[in-house]
């Protein structure tokens, strides 16, 4: 299976080592964004999305390099994030960012999220929440989540 993995991590790096993670099961490539041609994504088997969340969304340089792909036929993608509190049900930011990628073409397999360190604004005076996250159980169940994808999609390894 070829895999990459497209990843926004801009306050704590939260988000990458959790890709980093996922990358390593799934032998994916993890990139940013802007290094990667969305004319490139054709050429893999699985994509995984991932950023912090930010005011219950993606982060929006992830979101708008989704909004930006043309809408064709595309294979099966993941969708991951960290965030420094559980996704509420009024604002299923998962839900909708998998939407966005199937409304683009993708097949949407899974979502995955765990806790990070969250020093958004008022936070901040308090030292964030979530401190010490994501930690060694949530990346334990990053990799798990990793190797079911690979498990599910009939990789080789």
Sequence with gaps: MNALIVCTSVSHGNT?????????????????????DPAELAGYDLVGFGSGIFNMSFHPRLRQFVQSLPTSTRGKAFVYATSGFPQPPFKPYLRQMAGLLERKGFEVVDTFSCRGLDTWLPLKIVGGVSKGHPDVADLAAARAFAVGLRARLGAVS
């Design 16 to 36: 990458k080592r959790v890709a980093d993670v996922m990358g390593e099961i799934l032998h994916a490539r993890v990139v940013e964004p802007e290094h990667v």
